[in-house]
């Protein structure tokens, strides 16, 4: 079993890069560190950080982009203030050999964060409001910029490219603070996340789905929402072309998961996809419920079974047993291999056992553990430990 373990630029620049990957590797015993080279903004308490005990923001870069690579793009990465002037990645892959460990790519690509309303490629939901924190993976503006980050990531010795959000995020992945004071059923929140842009259209039209009907039907449906009076359930006209709208969105993820596989391979690196759909379910408290969240993921534009790249299941649960359902449910629809992502701390896991238990559960050739710098410092030990009970 390889186990990795996700960091933070913020971690890398204010604990130090030598001491970070000390207690990586020789407390928690892990020897990959998988630093998030490419993030959104967030608010992160850090329990162990002498720079920020809460932190927000971050978005952008942890590592020096190399312009000619975006060359003709009007999409361009910024770096985080987090990397606080430094290439933390460099730092990074010039250190790690010496404490023996392999240094990884957590990339997020399309969850962006950006303010820029007009800038190409911003999703546009079914009544035209921008949504500028994600991307549209269906502009050939994002396509272009996501190859040529994972082109620039990859300029450093890194093992794997860690893909997270390389496809659309749901309506409940918001930006800032969320709010809405009418009901919207899961019809209305599926479709309020749906991009509707020119291209997402096109790429629609193009499969046969008669995007007009679509829009009309849909714009409909969330109407009655506003108004205070859901249709239950959704009207007839909208569940076929729908489908169809959901299939096209697929196509465009695969092939563009397939692109940046193939880009990462060129450099010498691996690929996995870091799939969000079970962790969603269960990222507030540990608990989710329902069917396995893979069955959610072609919202997200994620079709497992066109998936030749391994696969990240972020089964974030309290129940071994749910990790269990998570991994082995993705496992009988894809292809390649499954690995799984789990927290060694609260709201998921409060004791060695339990993690242990985890790692039996889920039996997977590699385990991706969230994160360094949201951890106390004691979450590290627990690792060593369960990674021994497991093993026993």
Known sequence: MELSL??????????????????????AGVSRLAPAVAYHAARDVLPHNPLRRVATGGAGVCFTPEPGLYQGLALRPRRSEFARGRDLLAELAERAPAHGATVDAWTVYLHDDGDDEARPGVVRNLFGDPYPHVLCPSDPEVRAYAVAL???????????VLAEAAHWLPFEHGHGHERHAVPLDATARLLLGLCFCAHCRAA??????????????????????????????????????????????????????????????????????????????????????????????????????????????????????RVRLEVEAYR?????????????????????????????????????????????LASLDLIRQARAIAAS
Do not use: I
């Open 150 to 160: 994972t082109r620039d990531v990859c300029r450093y010795p890194v093992g794997t």
């Open 6 to 27: 996700f960091c933070g630029p913020l971690d890398l620049a204010g604990e130090g890069v030598d001491v970070v990957l000390d207690n990586v590797v020789t407390r």
């Open 332 to 376: 009988s629809l894809t292809r390649g291999p499954v690995g799984v992502a789990l927290r060694p701390m609260d709201p998921d896991c409060d004791s060695a056992d339990n993690l242990a238990q985890k790692l039996r559960a889920a039996a997977a050739e590699r385990v991706d553990l969230y994160h360094y710098g949201l951890s106390p």
């Open 204 to 321: 629609a039209g193009s499969r046969g789905v008669p995007v007009p009907d679509l829009l009309a039907a849909a714009r409909a449906h969330v109407e009655a929402c506003l108004a205070g009076r859901p249709p239950v359930p959704p009207p007839p006209p909208l569940a076929e072309p729908l489908d169809g709208y959901l299939e096209a969105r697929c196509d465009t993820v695969s092939a563009l998961l397939a692109e940046l596989a193939a880009e990462a391979a060129r450099a010498g690196a691996g690929f996995r996809l870091l799939d969000l759909s079970a962790g969603l379910l269960g990222w507030a408290d540990g608990r989710p419920e329902g069917e396995p969240g893979v069955h959610g993921a072609r919202a997200l534009g994620v079709r497992p079974g066109d998936l030749t790249c391994p696969v990240t299941v972020t089964a974030y649960a309290r129940d071994p047993e």
